[in-house]
């Protein structure tokens, strides 16, 4: 089946200092890919979408400046928090799926656990 | 439009009981429902998904129900085991071409007892 693999599953990180998280599709091409957010024992809050080769579409209220999306190939995408504070510590999880056919199924990342101190 | 609401938020299971899961949503487009399944710090895993055109699907001890008049889907999960014990999502979604995005619902944490 498809895989979306996530790195890395938990980082900690200086305020004020940037992170990246890489999300790659293994064994299919990911047109797009979905990053969320999720805090603790809520649900999962879509962030942007990003298309491969063109700028990504963020969600109301979600700072594009903030939060980086790059998805340059058709393997890999990565969401870059800038400048981050502790407030943007969260659960962070990418998704895709394997584009054309019946094939519905949407595959997560493991998600990624940032902690900002 | 675009919500999805599920309930109960949490629900407590003794073995080998019958877990049941409720979500609504408003939008007629969406044709495409999975559950996902979700343990502490892991992304959210799919576990079963249905399309408007039946009204039950199963797969193991899990089975979703679907009731389009009323807009409404169910998850059962039958001979519950303590590790299903996890937070469960249900979603709905477009199946057209290309990727569209999934509404979630708010979560159920589900605690299946020994």
């Known amino acids: 089946g498809a895989v979306v693999s996530q790195h890395p599953s938990w980082v900690i990180c200086k305020s004020g200092t940037s992170v990246k998280i890489e999300c790659r599709s293994l064994?299919?091409?990911?047109?797009?890919m979905f990053w969320y957010r999720q805090f603790p024992k809520q649900s999962l809050m879509l962030m942007a979408t990003s298309n491969e080769g063109s700028k990504a579409t963020y969600e109301q209220g979600v700072e594009k400046d903030k939060f980086l999306i790059n998805h340059a190939s058709l393997t890999l995408s990565t969401l870059t928090v800038t400048s981050a504070h502790p407030e943007d510590s969260s659960f962070y999880i990418c998704?895709?799926?394997?584009?054309?056919?019946?094939?519905?199924?949407?595959?997560f990342g493991s998600g990624t656990r940032l902690t900002v101190v | 439009q675009q919500q999805v609401k599920q309930s109960p938020q949490s629900l407590i299971v003794q073995k080998g009981g019958i877990s049941i899961i409720n979500c609504a949503y408003e939008?007629?487009?969406?044709?495409?429902f999975p559950w996902y399944q979700q343990f502490p710090g892991k992304g959210p895993a799919l576990l079963i998904a249905i399309r408007p055109d039946v009204s039950e699907k199963k797969e193991g001890r899990f089975t979703i129900s679907f009731n389009k008049s009323a807009k409404q889907f169910s998850l059962h999960i039958m001979d519950s085991q303590p590790g299903d014990s996890a937070t469960y999502f249900c979603?709905?979604?477009?199946?057209?071409?290309?990727?569209?995005?999934?509404?979630f619902g708010q979560g159920t944490r589900l605690t299946i007892n020994p």
């Open positions: 064994d299919f091409q990911a047109t797009t």
């Open positions: 939008n007629t487009a969406f044709d495409y």
């Open positions: 979603a709905a979604g477009l199946s057209g071409q290309g990727a569209q995005k999934l509404v």
């Open positions: 998704s895709s799926r394997p584009p054309g056919g019946r094939d519905y199924g949407y595959t």
